[in-house]
């Protein structure tokens, strides 16, 4: 990971295989190596980015906040302390997270953690309120209320959002057959569900 500041008055353009960041970015803390981070996002001294993520228009990052390596941050959200995306998560445009459960201007108080786990997909427009959890490789549909935490593999959507199925590592929705086996038409892989968890049963097939 490089020291990188869009603040010096004249920009610099790193390679992709280091960064990139776009001039009208203003990048104050240290990224990871291959990331972008395009025109008018915001990341804050103290906050964490890690390598090869996208970091898109309009975004902005505060202090505490963490996003792992191979992330996907689409135009216009924000990410605010204590809001922690793990790697490979996709988080689309519009997404809005919260970290105190009572707002009230004057009053500090403890700013909970949320975290994205690794692989999951936050659908555009949806709203997630403080101290969940968003499983790994869960999904949460677009213009969702997330009110509770969203299990592993979980399809969930609607306000207040709930589990409408599961979905393969590849976010593809699995289908279930008369054995009670959940299949993914993608990429073939196999599923059962135990003890309300999804555990796979294969291995994706390879190309």
Not at 9 to 29: C, D, F, G, M, R
Not at 47 to 58: F, L, M, R, Y
Not at 118 to 124: E, L
Not at 176 to 199: R, T, W
Request: proline share 4%; net charge neutral.
């Amino acid at each position: 990971m490089l020291p990188v500041t869009a603040l010096e008055q004249k920009h610099t353009w790193y390679p992709i295989e280091i960064v990139h960041i776009h001039p009208l970015a203003v990048v104050e803390s240290v990224i990871g190596k291959g990331t972008r981070v395009w025109a008018w996002a915001h990341i804050m001294k103290g906050a964490s980015v890690g390598k090869d993520c996208n970091i898109g228009e309009h975004v902005f990052i505060e202090k505490g906040a963490e996003v792992g390596d191979n992330c996907i941050i689409k135009n216009g959200v924000c990410i605010w302390e204590n809001i922690i995306i793990e790697n490979g998560v996709f988080v689309a445009s519009g997404v809005v997270f919260t970290n105190e459960k009572y707002t009230r201007s004057g009053y500090r108080r403890e700013h909970l953690v949320t975290r994205v786990k690794k692989g999951a997909t936050i659908g555009a427009g949806s709203v997630i309120l403080p101290g969940l959890e968003i499983g790994e490789y869960a999904t949460v549909g677009a213009g969702s209320v997330v009110t509770e935490s969203v299990i592993p593999h979980a399809l969930a959507y609607g306000n207040p959002a709930a589990q409408h199925g599961w979905v393969c590592v590849c976010g593809v929705k699995l289908i279930k057959d008369a054995y009670a086996i959940y299949n993914c038409p993608q990429c073939s892989v196999q599923f059962m569900v135990e003890g309300g968890c999804l555990h796979g049963l294969s291995e994706p097939l390879t190309t």
